[in-house]
């Protein structure tokens, strides 16, 4: 799997079925483990729907089918939208820093959503219009962040890491502003909005999620030859023949669309986006064809791991997923900070 071989189908199922072979080891652990630990063997019959051997059998497969699977589902999901996201980014920026939750798009999606559930009801919109306004969060941040980012013409990347700075704090505080005068501020719902948490899943949300995640991969997979032409810069693409602003707007929907979704039903969760595009690129090389189905895949897996790291590593209690994704993906950051300064693409 290295990056060097060219891409053939053959090469292309491959890589996918590892991927989801470690997919399935990894989701098989997540329903597993937890306070209560399962055998492989009767998470498999309740699974099935067999009659379980357990003594323990109802409250066995409570755990299984209505807290631990919903979250797997959730995860996968949410992990594989943040992945192809930062796909999306980096290869339309052209900057391996490039991440939805460092830029900020996550923010300005995670304030969308805070808007209509604080004030939402007065208007008369309940939860189904959290994830339509956290999309509309994502593309205006993302506007916003290309408007000031390439004020001069030209996207830096120190330009566009400040500026993502900045939105993530700006984001913030308006989160926790919204919050507090519409009174959701009452209780921790709040902080594990704002570091990212799947204690919340529901089948309807995991379902909306879901098909956003399929809508941009529709959207996304046909431009796949197009992005690795963006990746050498976008005069070269042009000059190739690629309309550059028609791909970045569709790549841009894309990438809102499925922040969006994601971030409506688990907040901020970050450096998904980072961490898998980056290790998954580094192994299987920058071809687009396999980078996203990739990078899908290990997206998922990634979360699913975190989350079940986070619903296990404190006995009788829980973390939010996304204090374990940021304790993983901060010190890559700043490797992948200091490597950028070495080779004199940041000043």
Request: with cysteine; net charge positive.
């Amino acid at each position: 799997m290295t990056g060097a071989s060219p891409l053939s189908p053959r090469r292309l199922v491959l890589v996918l079925l590892v991927l989801l072979t470690f997919l399935f080891l990894g989701s098989t652990l997540a329903l597993m483990a937890g306070p209560a630990w399962l055998p492989p063997r009767e998470v498999l019959r309740i699974l099935l729907g067999f009659p379980t051997s357990s003594e323990m059998s109802l409250p066995a497969g409570d755990i299984v089918l209505r807290i631990r699977l919903p979250r797997l589902l959730l995860g996968g999901i949410v992990g594989a939208s943040l992945s192809v996201s930062g796909v999306l980014f980096q290869a339309l920026l052209r900057n391996p820093l490039a991440d939805p939750f460092v830029l900020g798009v996550s923010g300005g999606a995670a304030l969308g959503g805070i808007l209509v559930l604080g004030f939402g009801g007065v208007l008369g919109m309940g939860y189904a219009a959290v994830p339509p306004a956290a999309f509309l969060g994502s593309i205006a941040t993302a506007l916003l962040l290309f408007a000031v980012a390439g004020a001069r013409g030209r996207l830096s990347s120190t330009s566009l890491l400040l500026t993502g700075v900045v939105f993530n704090a700006i984001a913030s505080a308006a989160i926790v502003f919204v919050a507090s005068l519409s009174g959701l501020s009452e209780g921790t719902s709040i902080f594990l909005w704002l570091i990212g948490s799947l204690s919340a899943a529901r089948e309807s949300s995991t379902l909306l999620c879901g098909l956003f995640l399929l809508a941009g991969l529709v959207i996304v997979w046909p431009q796949a030859r197009r992005l690795d032409l963006l990746a050498l810069g976008e005069e070269s693409a042009a000059q190739l023949g690629v309309d550059v602003e028609r791909v970045k707007r569709i790549l841009l929907a894309a990438t809102s669309l499925m922040v969006g979704a994601a971030v409506s039903v688990s907040g901020l969760i970050g450096f998904v986006g980072l961490i898998i595009p980056h290790f998954l690129r580094l192994l299987l090389g920058p071809d687009h064809r396999l980078l996203v189905p990739a990078s899908a895949l290990g997206g998922a897996l990634f979360l699913i791991l975190c989350d079940t790291a986070a619903r296990t590593v404190l006995a009788g209690g829980e973390l939010p997923v996304g204090a374990i994704t940021a304790l993983a993906g901060g010190p890559l950051f700043l490797f992948l900070l200091r490597r950028q300064q070495g080779k004199g693409l940041l000043p």
